[in-house]
C-alpha cells in the first residue's frame, strides 16, 4: 500500500464542516486502489489562538512541510481581529510553502440555479498569483486614528513572479480545447505592475503560438463575467484581482459553495494546499447549511496534483452527479435541501457507483 500523507487544517466556522465531508470522498475515492490516506489534524484557526495567542508556528509550518498536500477549510473569525489568521495563517501557508498558483476552475452545470438569465457553456480557470501583489502586507500607516492618517498598501510585482505564473498559465492554456487567455489588470491606471504583466504576457506568449490572447481590464471583466462568461477560457491575474473575480464566478455558476481551488507549488518543492473558495461563513456556521461541494471539489484538484487521474475522476463525475440531480429537482420545482452531511454522503456513494 501506498500512503498519503496529508495535513488537515479544519480551520473555523463552516471549515470544520466541509472538511470531514472532503475526507468521507476522498476515502470512497480511493477504495480499491491501493492507495490509504494519512491525515495529520492541525489545530489551527481560532480557537488556538484564543487559547495560545498562535496563528502558525514555526513547528507547526515545519510538521506540515513532512505532508504530501493540504486540505484546508477556512480562516477567520469575528472574535479575532480581522487579519490576525487571514494573514497568520492562511497567507502564511501560501507565502512559506511557495504557492504561486492560485488555481480557481469554474464549471456550469446545466439546470443548476444561477442568477444569470442565459450562463450559456461555462468552463474556465482563473489562475491567480498567490504570493505577489497587495497582499505581500508591503506598507504601512502613519498618524493612526488621527485626521492626518495615511494608509499604504504597496502591491508587489516581480519580473520573476509574474513570468511564472504567466507561463503556468499558457501551459494550462495550451492544455485546453479552446487555448484561449485572457490577461486581466487594470494597465491604463495601475502603470508600473499593469504593463509589467501585459509585456510578460506578450513576451512568454510568444514561446505559444498555437494560444490566443486578449485583454480585458478587471472593471470590464466583471461585466463579462455576468453577461458572458461563455467568452473566458484560461484567466491569468494578480493576487488581489484574482480573489474579487473568483467570488464571482462562483457566484454565476451556482454558488460559492461549489468553487473549488488549489494553491499550487507546481515544482513540488513544498506540499500544495486544496481549499474551498469560500471562507468561514459565520453567518451560517453551526447550522449544516453549508455546500461541501467546493470542498469536495479541491479533492478532486488533490488528487489530480498527486498523479491520482482516476481517482480525481471519479470524484468529479460524482460532483456532477450530484449537480445533474439538483438541476433535475430545481426543474421539477422542489429545489433539493439537504445537510452539510446529507450532501456528502450522496457525492460519496456517487463515487462508489
Ligand atoms: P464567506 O465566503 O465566508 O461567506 C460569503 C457568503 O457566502 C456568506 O453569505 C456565506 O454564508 C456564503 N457561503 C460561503 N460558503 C458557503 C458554503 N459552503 N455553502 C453555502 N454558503 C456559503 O466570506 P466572508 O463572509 O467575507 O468572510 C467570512 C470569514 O472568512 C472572514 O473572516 C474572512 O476573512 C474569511 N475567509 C477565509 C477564506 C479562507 O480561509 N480561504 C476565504 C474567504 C474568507
Ligand atoms: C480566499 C480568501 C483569502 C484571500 C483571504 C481570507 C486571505 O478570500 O482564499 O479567496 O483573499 O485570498
Ligand atoms: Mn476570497
Redesign the pocket.
Known sequence: TQTIKLAVIP?????AE?VPEGLKVLAAALEGTGLEVRTTDFDLGAARWHRTGQTLTDSDLEAIKGHDAIL???????S?P??V??RGL?LRLRFELDHYVNLRPSTYYPGVPTPLAAPGDIDFVVVREGTEGLYCGNGGAVRTGTPQEIATEVSVNTAFGVERVVRYAFDKARSRAAKHLTLVHKHNVLVHAGHLWRRTVEAVGAEYPEVTVDYCHIDAATIYMVTDPGRFDVIVTDNLFGDILT?EAGAVTG????SA?GNINPEGAFPSMF??????????AGKA???????IGAVALLLEHIGQADAAARVSAAIDADMAARARASAAGSPLERS?SEVGDAIAAAVRG
Open positions: 480551520g473555523d466556522g463552516i471549515g466541509v484546508l477549510g477556512a480562516v477567520g473569525d469575528p479575532v480581522s487579519g489568521l487571514e492562511l467570488d454558488g460559492i459553495g461549489l481551488s481549499e474551498p473558495v469560500h471562507g468561514s461563513a459565520p453567518d451560517i447549511l453549508a455546500d461541501p461541494t467546493a470542498t452539510t
